[in-house]
C-alpha cells in the first residue's frame, strides 16, 4: 500500500531555500508509469501544483508552472526511494502546507490520487 | 494557463438533499477537469476525473458532468460525511494543472 510522508523544517527565514523530502513506501520513485508531485495550500494562494518529477529510461524529468520555475528544483532519489522540493528565495507568500503527491498509474498520471499528510511551512524571521 | 472559477463559495444543505457544484474553465479543456474533496486537517481526495469519471471507492451518489467549458459536481442526497470542500482541477496531458478556488458544502 502506498505512503507518501513529507518532512522538512516547519520554519524558514525570508530569502533562505526551502527544503523538503517525500518519503515514499509501497512503490519505487523510479517506477515508469508514474509521477512524482508537490503542492501546496494557502488561504490567499488556494492550492497550487508546484511541479514534477519522474523517471523515464534511466533519466529524470521535471516540470514546473512559471509561477515558480525560476526558484525550484525538484528531484528523485532512488537510492533513498524520496524525492525531494527546493524553493529558494522564499517571502512569507510561500507560507503554505506543502503536500507530496502520486499521479498514476491507474489514472491519467496529471491527476493527484495518493497525498501525503501534508506540513506545514511557515516563512518568518 | 487555464483558469476555474467554481461557484457558489458556499452551499448550505441538509442531509438528504441534492448539491450541485459548478467549475468554469476560461477555455477549452475537453473533459480535462476533476474533483477533489477536502476536510478539515486533511489532503484532498479525489472524486471525479475526466469530467464524470468516479475515482476508485467513490459512491454513486457523486456524479460529474460537462457542457462546454463548464462543468458540474452533483452529489443526490447529502450524507453527513459529505460535507467538505469541493476543489476542480484541470488535468490535461500538458501541465500547468491549475485548481479551482473551491466550494464549501455545509450543513444547513
Known amino acids: 500500500q502506498l505512503q507518501l510522508q513529507e518532512s522538512g523544517p516547519g520554519l524558514v527565514k525570508p530569502s533562505q531555500t526551502l527544503s523538503l523530502t517525500c518519503a515514499v513506501s509501497g512503490d519505487s520513485v523510479s517506477s515508469d508509469n508514474v509521477v512524482w508531485n508537490w503542492i501546496r495550500q494557502s488561504p490567499s494562494r488556494g492550492l497550487e501544483w508546484l511541479g514534477r518529477t519522474y523517471y523515464r529510461s534511466n533519466k529524470w524529468y521535471s516540470d514546473y508552472p512559471l509561477s515558480v520555475k525560476s526558484r525550484i528544483t525538484i528531484t528523485g532519489d532512488t537510492a533513498t526511494n524520496h524525492f525531494s522540493l527546493h524553493l529558494n528565495s522564499v517571502t512569507p507568500e510561500d507560507t503554505a502546507v506543502y503536500y507530496c503527491?502520486?499521479?498514476?498509474?491507474?489514472?491519467?498520471?496529471?491527476?493527484?490520487?495518493?497525498w501525503g499528510q501534508g506540513i506545514l511551512v511557515t516563512v518568518s524571521s | 494557463e487555464i483558469l476555474l472559477t467554481q461557484s457558489p463559495g458556499t452551499l448550505s444543505l441538509s442531509p438528504g438533499e441534492r448539491a450541485t457544484l459548478s467549475c468554469r474553465a476560461s477555455?477549452?479543456?475537453?473533459?480535462?477537469v476533476a474533483w477533489y474533496q477536502q476536510k478539515p486537517g486533511q489532503a484532498p481526495r479525489l472524486v471525479i476525473y475526466?469530467?464524470?469519471r468516479r475515482a476508485a471507492g467513490i459512491p454513486g451518489r457523486f456524479s460529474g458532468f460537462r457542457s462546454g467549458t463548464d462543468f458540474t459536481l452533483t452529489i443526490s442526497g447529502l450524507e453527513p460525511e459529505d460535507f467538505a470542500v469541493y476543489f476542480c482541477?484541470?488535468?490535461?496531458?500538458?501541465?500547468?494543472?491549475?485548481f479551482g478556488q473551491g466550494t464549501k458544502v455545509e450543513v444547513k
Open positions: 482541477q484541470y488535468h490535461g496531458s500538458v501541465p500547468p494543472w491549475t
Open positions: 477555455e477549452s479543456v475537453s473533459t480535462f
Open positions: 475526466d469530467a464524470s
Open positions: 503527491s502520486r499521479g498514476g498509474p491507474g489514472t491519467p498520471v496529471s491527476l493527484f490520487e495518493f
